[in-house]
């Protein structure tokens, strides 16, 4: 007996978290200037739609894993849509977490670049945190569970009480009007905020080990906390953004969120350029989101190709992800991939999943049929 | 001119020589050659002489063996002088084994014990006097006790006063209990020995711990002998489900390591696990607990200490309580606890002797301490290296100025500094009693005076270490204080590097070999922000008042999870 601890199962809470921290990730500062420039006024409303909009493709997706509570997505997908289709659904299901990653890989190079090493390439940091997030995805997930847990807790308290801060700032005059007359930007924003919310994708890995612990209804009830939270954060981010610099400041600064945090002065106190204390709280949330992402590219890798560890599949995928983020060389290419990636997303949960469930359907009343 | 005789072959003489001459001129065997030669041949002679008898020695011992099964080195037979034979082969040349041969009635008896190691006054009250007087021949009851003669087992039930006798066939077995210390009695006509229980030896008292002081509560420490030990464990627990099972290791020394746990406590499976560890352990000799920590530990290669050590009885029984299991090693008084998690290492003895408040505030000031040890250093460099502007800008001026004076980068300064505080710390743990005061006087005015009177070190960094310093003696651990001394180096390196990204880089280095270290299954840091285990932060990361901890630690999976009636609150430390 080599490890007395369980590790075959997490609590209902355990997953809300890991949603949470997955979902987080590096958006909170890389996403916001879009956002605002689709739904300017209305970009909060856009981040509650989409907080709703991607609950709703969680429980779908909680329901298709409860079909199969001893499988994931890579075993079940073949059986549902045959061995090409499924084959395809697993590259889907690994390309939006690759393309997540290297966009994520980037957007943290070049703002670590900017902000803390000018003259330092941005390659440099890359590789810096792709060598961590590998030594971390490349653990077992009661291990990466775990940091995901102590991150929860710990860098996201800091980040969130230093953005806090940036409320004596705030102007709540920027914020008229609230209620928006672009109807259709606001609905378009809501679907644009998926880059914020992704990554709850993972619930159609992670859901064999959680389905025992809990029953359906009481799972979605807990997953909802965990999107209220992950809205409630990105209200904060939004609305302080444009309580601080307008819509029109916002739109054309490339990262409102660290301009908006430099703004702010503590008067007798000594701490200054918060900015720095932003970065620092928020390397620890990018690396918690990279490295779920990676083991999870390296678990449905492992799966597909049936094998028992899936540390080779994480060694194997470092150097591709390195290159995919070397690739996204300038900002027009980076939000091209980031359009793409969204649709391919939006695609996944919003067609490919319902018709998943519809299929679980159609084949059950099949059965049914055939045993008179 | 020189006059020189000198004696030539065949007896020659010659005279008037103008020079010295080398005698193996004239006396070839005299050379230096011929007579390093001949010496080796000699030295070659001795060593093949004396590998020759030990053949000879091992020849003789496996004749010896005769019948005797594979693992023994022989069988007694029912002829004392033979046995005795055999015994006095097997401690040949062990000058400190007595043979005591005295007579039993119309027999012939022979005790066998190790000088110092047995209490020969026990031996004459309860073996001799009794042997010797009940079969006396003015004694009334020499008839019966003859008789009894005849049976080992009747001889130490009716005639022998010891209060632990053992009959033994096995010679192994008999040779291991006289090496322990017991005495071993054969009598003429009987083919088995008695192993009687007279240990006592010299032995340290029961003293206070000399690493686990404690402001308030018990003073008594563990002492090396691990019969004492038990006991002290044993004393302070009228518990039947407390158990100790002891084993031996040490192919050679046949160490003992006793493996303590409450039955209706502890995790299942956990000592099964623990006993199988130390079932693997091959080697020859086991001198102290820290080998057996070597050996069961997932990750020897960490410097994170993964077992817990202890010199204190009350620590360890309040550690079994919460269903972990300790393991006493014969010989050291430092014992071991496991599982070990971050948590139990926060836990100082005096947690519970203070109010629940001022101890949930040193818990706290201990975790920033133990970050503090670690990242301080490497926070400083990389703010002074490369982020400046986020210091208040008057601080930033002063500090410009005082590096200003200083000839090195702040990376060599901090490295130089970490060098001489540990060569400072190195010299006080090693020298004298008497001199470390000297030594640390001598430490704290360099440090603290000479460095930068010297422009060598700027003052800030003194302030700097010397704050890490004292953090990191601040840790109840030792171990895991020098394990946070080990990793301050590589964290100085990566702030040089990549500034306060390298450092955050290092934490969650450091955070993930943390939380991906197990001991004995248990997560070292993550059990610490488990959702399913904040209960624990009650007695974890606070200390809650001893009538709210009700509940065990959940991190150790304590079959009962209620503390029954259990009032004192104590845990693990």
């Known amino acids: ?372 | 001119m020189w006059k020189i005789l000198i004696a030539g072959k065949g007896g020659s003489v010659i005279k008037n020589k103008k020079c010295i001459q080398k005698l193996s001129k004239y006396m070839p065997e005299a050379s230096l050659a011929i007579a390093k030669k001949k010496l080796e041949q000699l030295q070659d002679i001795i060593t093949q002489s004396a590998e020759f008898g030990e053949e000879i020695g091992q020849i003789i011992a496996q004749l010896r063996k005769v019948a005797a099964p594979s693992n023994e080195p022989f069988l007694f037979t029912s002829v004392l002088t033979e046995n005795e034979a055999l015994l006095r082969a097997v401690f040949r040349d062990c000058e400190d084994i007595e043979f005591r041969t005295f007579d039993a009635g119309n027999r012939k008896a022979l005790l066998v014990y190790l000088k110092g190691m047995c209490d020969t006054s026990n031996l004459e009250r309860n073996v001799l006097k009794s042997l010797m007087g009940q079969t006396s021949p003015t004694n009334a009851n020499t008839v019966n006790a003859l008789n009894g003669l005849n049976d080992m087992k009747a001889i130490s039930e009716q005639i022998l006063g010891s209060a632990s006798v053992r009959i033994v066939k096995k010679a192994n077995t008999l040779i291991e209990a006289i090496m322990a210390g017991n005495a071993l009695l054969l009598i003429d006509g009987l083919a088995e020995g008695a192993s009687i229980a007279a240990v006592k030896h010299v032995k340290r008292d029961i003293s206070a711990p000399y690493n686990e002081y404690a402001l308030q509560g018990p003073d008594e420490a563990f002492n090396e002998e691990i019969n004492d030990n038990i006991a002290l464990i044993r004393r302070r627990a009228r518990d039947t489900n407390l158990k100790v099972h002891i084993m031996r290791v040490g192919e050679r020394t046949k160490t003992s390591v006793a493996v303590l746990y409450v039955a209706n406590l502890v995790k299942p499976g956990l000592v099964e696990e623990v006993k199988r560890r130390i079932g693997l352990i091959k080697k020859d000799k086991l001198l102290n607990s820290a080998t057996i920590d070597q050996f069961i530990v997932d990750h020897p290669w960490s410097p994170f200490p993964q077992t817990q050590t202890t010199e204190r009885p009350d620590k360890m029984l309040a550690a079994l309580y919460e269903g972990r299991v300790g393991i006493i090693v014969d010989g050291t008084p430092v014992e071991i606890l496991v599982p070990c998690t971050y948590n139990v290492l926060m836990q100082a003895p005096d947690d519970y002797t203070m109010q629940p408040i001022v101890a949930s505030l040193i818990r706290f000031s201990r975790n920033a301490a133990a970050f503090l040890a670690i990242y301080l250093p490497a926070i400083y460099v990389a703010v002074v290296s490369y982020h400046p502007g986020m210091l208040p800008t008057t601080m930033a001026i002063s500090i410009a100025e005082l590096r200003a004076r200083t000839p090195f980068p702040s990376f060599l300064e901090a490295i130089m500094m970490e060098i001489l505080l540990e060569l400072i710390q190195e010299a006080i743990i090693r020298l004298p009693l008497k001199l470390t005061g000297a030594a640390s006087m001598i430490g704290a005015f360099i440090i603290g005076n000479t460095v930068v009177q010297a422009g060598l070190i700027n003052p800030l960094l003194v302030v700097v270490i010397a704050t890490t310093a004292i953090s990191s003696y601040s840790m109840p651990s030792y171990h895991f204080s020098m394990a946070l001394r080990w990793t301050r180096v590589p964290m100085l390196i990566l702030a040089s590097m990549l500034g306060l990204y390298g450092v955050i880089l290092g934490v969650l280095a450091i955070t993930i070999h943390l939380c991906s270290l197990r001991s004995f299954g248990e997560s070292y840091l993550g059990g610490m922000f488990n959702v399913d285990l904040l209960s624990d932060w009650k007695d974890s990361v606070v200390r809650l008042p001893a009538k709210l901890l009700k509940e065990r630690p959940k991190e150790f999976g304590a079959q009962d999870q209620i503390r029954i009636g259990d009032s004192d609150g104590q845990s693990g430390s």
Not at chain 1, 40 to 47: D, K, L, N, T, Y
Not at chain 1, 225 to 247: D, E, P, R
């Open chain 1, 1 to 372: 007996m080599a490890n007395l601890e369980a590790k075959s199962y997490m609590s209902p809470w355990q997953l809300a978290i890991v949603v949470f921290v997955t979902s987080v990730g590096a958006q909170i500062l890389l996403s916001p200037r879009s956002l605002i420039a689709n739904a300017e006024h209305g970009a909060w409303i856009s981040v509650l739609l989409g907080g709703m909009l991607f609950y709703s493709a969680t429980c779908l997706m909680l329901v298709l894993a409860k079909e199969y509570p001893d499988e994931t997505i890579v075993e079940y997908a073949p059986r549902l849509f045959g061995k090409v289709g499924g084959n395809l659904v697993v590259i889907w299901f690994n390309l939006l977490f690759f393309l997540q990653v290297i966009q994520i890989f980037y957007g943290m190079g070049k703002i670590i670049t900017f902000y803390m090493f000018d003259r330092t390439p941005p390659e440099v940091v890359i590789v810096a945190l792709l060598a961590v997030c590998a030594y971390c995805a490349v653990q077992d997930w009661g291990t990466i569970m775990r940091i995901q847990q102590f991150m929860f807790f710990v860098a996201y308290s800091i980040l969130i009480l230093v953005w806090l801060a940036s409320i004596l700032n705030l102007q709540p005059e920027n914020l008229l009007p609230i209620w928006p007359v672009n109807t259709k930007a606001v609905v378009n924003g809501g679907f644009s905020t998926w880059n914020m919310y992704a990554g709850y994708e993972c619930v159609l890995l992670l859901m064999p080990l959680v389905y025992r612990q809990v029953s359906l209804g009481s799972l979605i009830k807990i997953m909802g906390g965990a999107f209220g939270c992950l809205s409630l954060l990105f209200l904060l981010v939004i609305v302080i953004i444009i309580g601080v610099l307008t819509v029109e400041g916002a739109k054309n600064l490339l990262y409102p969120a660290l301009i908006v945090i430099r703004s702010v002065e503590l008067p007798g106190t000594f701490i200054e350029r918060l900015e720095n204390y932003l970065l620092i709280a928020w390397i620890p949330v990018v690396f918690d989101t990279l490295a779920a992402m990676m083991f999870f590219m390296g678990q449905v890798c492992m799966r597909h190709w049936r094998q028992a560890d899936h540390r080779p599949w994480v060694l194997f995928l470092v150097p591709i992800i390195y290159v995919g983020s070397t690739l996204l060389d300038n900002q027009q290419v980076y939000e091209m991939t980031s359009k793409f990636t969204m649709w391919l997303g939006l695609s996944f949960s919003f067609i490919l999943i319902p018709l998943s469930l519809l299929l679980v359907w159609w084949q059950k009343r099949k059965a049914g049929t055939g045993c008179g």
